[in-house]
């Protein structure tokens, strides 16, 4: 099956620092990328769409100059959060589909953010 | 897209079949129902997905009602493994956005 990797894993970085984070699909062309952010006990909110080449949509209420994503070609895109703040510490998964009349999409395993 | 509605909780014996229901009586004609789950800690890992005839793949079956207002997840034979929150997710073909709603909080006990 298709399968997309994000890196890192984990990160901790202090208060006011940027951190990025990587989603990558491994073997196939991603059209189209998608960012989710999930706090402790609860589901999954999607932050943003990115098809490659153009500006990500986001979602209503989630900042676009905080939260900056890049999807420079078909197999990565990065999501930036910017002056990081402890209430950013989050979840954050991303998905990926291949747009060649594939309906699933796959999602890559987390990156758990903590900001100290 | 269509709104769900799922158990929060269900248990199963491990060698049982699970059956999870969803309902989503506003699904329109042109939406799929699509069923993820997510174990704890790990990104959410596709299913099945079905329009109007059942589905089974090796993971699992998708039984959709006639009328298309309700679905049923089942799992024919649940292992320990196979504890996690299972989301029923309807979207257009497209699956251009999911929305997640609570899941059904599936454990299975020894």
């Known amino acids: 099956g298709a399968v997309v990797s994000q890196h890192p894993s984990r990160v901790i970085c202090k208060s006011g620092t940027s951190v990025k984070i990587e989603c990558r699909s491994l073997?196939?062309?991603?059209?189209?990328m998608f960012w989710y952010r999930q706090f402790p006990k609860q589901s999954l909110m999607l932050m943003a769409t990115?098809?490659?080449?153009?500006?990500?949509?986001?979602e209503q209420g989630v900042e676009k100059d905080k939260f900056l994503i890049n999807h420079a070609s078909l197999t990565l895109s990065t999501l930036t959060v910017t002056s990081a703040h402890p209430e950013d510490s989050s979840f954050y998964i991303c998905?990926?589909?291949?747009?060649?009349?594939?309906?699933?999409?796959?999602f890559g395993p987390g990156t758990r953010l903590t900001v100290t | 897209d269509a709104k769900t509605t799922q158990p929060t909780s269900m248990d199963c014996a491990e060698g049982r079949a699970a059956n999870l229901p969803c309902n989503h009586s506003?699904?329109?004609?042109?939406?799929?129902v699509y069923w993820y789950r997510q174990i704890h800690s790990q990104g959410p890992q596709y299913i099945i997905h079905?329009?109007?005839n059942n589905e089974t793949n090796e993971m699992a079956s998708l039984i959709i009602t006639e009328d298309r207002k309700s679905s049923t997840l089942i799992l024919p034979h649940a292992t320990l493994r196979d504890t996690a929150v299972y989301y029923c997710i309807v979207s257009t073909g497209t699956a251009s956005k999911l929305t997640f709603g609570t899941g059904t909080r599936l454990q299975v006990t020894l």
């Open positions: 990115s098809n490659e080449g153009s500006k990500a949509t986001y």
């Open positions: 073997d196939f062309q991603a059209t189209t």
């Open positions: 506003t699904i329109s004609g042109n939406e799929y």
């Open positions: 998905s990926a589909r291949s747009g060649t009349g594939d309906y699933e999409q796959y």
């Open positions: 079905g329009l109007k």
